[in-house]
């Protein structure tokens, strides 16, 4: 379907998740003195695998109501595959009910594999993305879209942000 898919999916790798090959995780290692361990590194396993999981998706068309990455996507339709697919997790569909599930986290204390909600439909949490780290969040974004990487410090996102859920434990 996406020719260049597995490019896309190196390159997001690369950068958002720097280390990312030979991840250990850090009770099991580490980091030598004066080495800085990734983003990555510094979370379980299942925030790994959501992301990752996540970043497989990018490329997929948008499509209102989808919850099948063969048809498309909406926002709170890739999440719940993603978290379905990565950690067998079952979360309820819409955003709004999202928005309901697991712990309240405060902006400043995000963390990789975290809920991100935003105000795109005036109205609360009508939109959902996973945030990956350093201010980016991956999310099925609009009727002729496709899945993909967004930076949260652009005005839109700030405007509309709502808040975020952790659905996995650190």
């Known amino acids: 379907m996406f020719r260049h898919k597995p490019l896309i999916i190196l390159f997001l790798t690369i ?44 490329g997929i068309n948008y499509r209102r109501g989808g919850a099948n990455p063969d048809s498309g996507l909406d926002c709170s339709g890739f999440v719940q595959v993603v978290f379905k697919d990565a950690l067998g997790k079952l979360l309820p569909r819409t955003a709004r009910e999202q928005s309901k599930v697991g712990e309240v986290v405060d902006k400043n204390e995000l963390k990789p594999g975290d809920l991100v909600f935003f105000n795109t439909m005036r109205r609360a949490f009508s939109h959902v993305g996973i945030y990956l ?38």
């Open 15 to 58: 950068v958002f998740l720097p280390g990312a090959a030979g991840v250990a995780h850090p009770a099991e290692q580490a980091p030598a003195p004066g080495e800085e361990i990734s983003f990555l590194e510094r979370y379980t396993n299942s925030a790994q695998d959501l992301i990752l999981k996540g970043l497989e998706f990018v």
């Open 133 to 170: 780290g350093d201010n980016h969040f991956v999310h099925a974004p609009r009727a002729g879209g496709e899945i993909r990487v967004e930076d949260m410090s652009q005005g839109y996102w700030v405007k509309r942000y709502n808040g975020a859920r952790r659905i996995v434990g650190r």
